[in-house]
């Protein structure tokens, strides 16, 4: 059987970097949920479509080719995963605050959720995998041997992530980072289609006082004692 690691939490919480290391660390595949949401509503922007439009939205979805790989030599570059969309790299062009919003307006269409919940399930079927998003443990990989929420407090979050920005050139401020934090937060636990939540046989793992490298280890002692245990 494989061995799957679902992993949900608030946005700016470590999901993806903390599961990208897990990944390598374990030899799994690391699969970020929340970047085909992003290429949504990317998809969407290009084509100058509402975000609010989920008709459209899912059949630009339907449409698109939208590939997740490793980066490779040439693309060491900060980023955790490589998307290609249609045949373009857009890993970068997905990370602006605009597609980050839009992403979060898309996220709440039922009918985009179910196209990408059934081409992330496609993608996990028979690997091992480590996932992450907000709905991966209930929704996405319900039969998860090891599911996480993985949180912290807004403040920690909002100085995180405008270190991210500010690393990218982005001239934002933390008072605004912190707000688009709570207006975020609030969509995702709000939404009527699959809302951020933490189920019973969830760990909750809080990293707002964790080094990155702390979370990393944690996770994969606990990932390798449940894998002794189901071979023994």
Same mark, same amino acid.
């Given at each position: ?12 919480? $470590? ?30 922007? @290009?084509?100058?479509? !509402? ?39 857009? !890993?970068? @062009? ?5 597609? !980050?919003?839009?992403? !979060? ?84 636990? $709000? ?29 994969? @002692?606990?990932? @390798? ?8």
């Amino acid at each position: 059987m494989p061995f799957q690691i679902a992993i949900d939490g608030p946005v700016a919480a $470590g999901k993806g970097t903390v599961s990208r290391i897990v990944a390598q660390r374990l030899g799994f595949l690391y699969i970020d949920t929340g970047a085909m949401y992003r290429m949504a509503a990317y998809l969407a922007h @290009k084509n100058g479509v !509402s975000f609010e439009d989920e008709g459209k939205i899912v059949e630009l979805i339907n449409n698109a080719q939208m590939e997740m790989e490793n980066p490779d030599e040439d693309e060491q570059d900060g980023r955790l995963i490589t998307l290609i969309l249609n045949g373009e790299d857009v !890993s970068w @062009k997905v990370r602006t605050e605009e597609i !980050s919003q839009g992403a !979060s307006i898309v996220s709440t269409h039922p009918k985009v959720r179910q196209v990408l919940v059934e081409k992330q399930q496609q993608i996990a079927n028979g690997q091992n995998v480590v996932m992450e998003g907000r709905d991966i443990t209930y929704r996405v990989l319900p039969d998860a041997q090891l599911k996480i929420f993985l949180t912290a407090n807004p403040e920690a979050r909002a100085t995180r992530r405008l270190l991210q920005l500010q690393l990218k050139g982005f001239d934002v401020t933390l008072n605004n980072i912190l707000t688009e934090i709570n207006e975020r937060d609030e969509r995702d636990m $709000g939404r009527s289609a699959d809302p951020l939540q933490i189920v019973d046989d969830a760990w909750q793992l809080d990293t707002s006082n964790l080094e990155i490298e702390e979370v990393v280890e944690e996770i994969v @002692k606990k990932a @390798k004692e449940l894998q002794a245990k189901n071979n023994s």
